[in-house]
């Protein structure tokens, strides 16, 4: 089963909303898409499986990511690869 991250218009901005969580509130549609993504990359490399839908103003999906848990852990440790040290 996979967690659900939304990023959803809210009356002053935009929230980000996860199950069992408080929502978290942006003026800014790219901070909580670019926040809730984030999430989604931590929760991935902890090995869950992750998806993130992003909600135009109307209610339609504008976006979904889907992180599989075991992709995410190689991207992460393929970026810290190429880290300069």
């Known amino acids: 089963m996979r967690d659900v991250i939304t990023v959803a218009p809210a009356d002053s901005g935009w929230a980000v909303l996860h199950e069992g969580a408080e929502p978290w509130l942006f003026r800014s549609g790219a901070q909580a898409e670019w926040s809730a993504r ?45 880290e300069p040290a």
């Open 38 to 82: 984030r999430l989604g990359e931590v929760l991935a490399e902890s090995g869950r499986a992750v998806e993130v839908r992003i909600l135009l103003r109307g209610g339609q999906l504008g976006g979904r990511f889907v992180w599989d848990p075991a992709e995410a852990a190689a991207q992460w440790r393929r970026a810290r690869e190429l």
